[in-house]
């Protein structure tokens, strides 16, 4: 289990919106997680029992919110740390009537360790993290192999860890690391091991133009192994 670890974040005093802190204040009550040490009921939480996918930093939420839009049949839990974003989904929950997401304002790591169930996740989503692309801040992004060790080891068998990255060397390296990960296999039979874009991820306006001028996005689609496989 990961214990101490670095953060791949920095808490940042980002503007927040009247319209962001009113829907947080009206809406984190009603569809808010609190971290606390143990583990959380989802059936009982969300009223159901569905397949659970996990986001790591949504950013402003647009994606989170046009993902669960498009697949009722599943709930997700949201992972941000930063005000404003948290305030913006849940701005789009409130305007857009979305009942299958639930967001917890904590560092991710702490989430995964100490509320999340072992083999619980049909799916964890990580997109567009933190570059940090100054070399010797490397050991600072997320994708690292304790991180994904925990990460598979939360997820059910067939469960699929999807990694998105508009950075090259990035994107290598979460194919290297999730590749160093026994519990997972690839998606992707390609040499590079890069997977087309999943249609239920779209695509933000950010990467269409950036695709325009001739930027690339990387997606890196593992799943869990059949618990047979696993020996």
Known sequence: MIMDHI????????????????????????????????????????????????????GMGETTAAIAQGMPDHDFIAIEVHTPGVGSLCKQIAEQGIGNIRIVQHDAVEVLRDMIAAGSLAGAHIFFPDPWPKKRHHKRRLIQPPLVGLLASRL????????????????????????????????????????????????????????????????????????????
């Open 156 to 231: 059910a068998p067939g469960g699929h860890l999807h990694c998105a990255t508009d950075i090259e060397d990035y994107a290598q390296q979460m194919v290297e690391v999730l590749r160093g990960c026994a519990l997972l296999e690839n998606t992707s039979s390609a040499p590079d091991g890069f997977a087309p874009r999943p249609e239920y991820r779209p695509q933000t306006k950010f990467e269409a133009r950036g695709l325009r001028l001739g930027n690339g996005v990387w997606d890196v689609v593992f799943r869990r192994r059949a618990a047979q496989a696993q020996a």
């Open 7 to 58: 953060r791949s974040y920095v808490l940042r005093q980002g503007r927040v919106s009247s319209a962001q802190q009113r829907h947080r204040e009206d809406m984190m009550p009603k569809i808010g997680i609190d971290y606390a040490p143990r583990i959380v009921d989802f059936d009982a939480l969300f009223g159901r029992r569905a397949p659970r996918i996990l986001e790591i930093g949504f």
